[in-house]
């Protein structure tokens, strides 16, 4: 089975590990081994952690800080019609510009609708069918992540540099 790892969504065959940020697939929990015993194929599952619902922005705040990056002020908004005129604009550009080499667009009307939008999932059903258990807490995982972006990245926090 092919699998992919899109905007931060595993989609495949998670009995054989996820893949994880800093290496090679890691098993997600210490039952997942049994994983293929159950009947579950066939099924989708959200695999979570107990992390309150964020939206984009909120969750990625403490990771672009830890390693050493800000973003905007919170206080500047821009009116979702606007981005959507941007995006619009700026997929449209690189379409036109394709044969003359310009890159694809970061700005996108995927991404506007992904930034603008908070995102739950409910993990219970994996909890409940395959017995599922994150191996990392919110904060060990944080951690986790901010230190494999400096490692790869080349990051540093600023108040370190």
Known sequence: MKSALAAG???GDISAGMPSFGGP???IS?????IRRKSVCGQAFFI?????ALNFLEFMEPIVEGVGLSLPPRNRRVPYPVMWIAAVASELWALVGKPFGVPPPVLTRSSVRFICRTHTFDGSKARRCLGYAPKYGWDESLERTIAWWREHAGLQRKDAA
Request: net charge negative; charged share 30%; no cysteine.
């Open 9 to 11: 969504t595993y989609f």
């Open 48 to 52: 979570t952690d107990d992390t309150p």
């Open 25 to 27: 697939p890691e098993k």
């Open 30 to 34: 210490e039952g997942s081994t049994s």
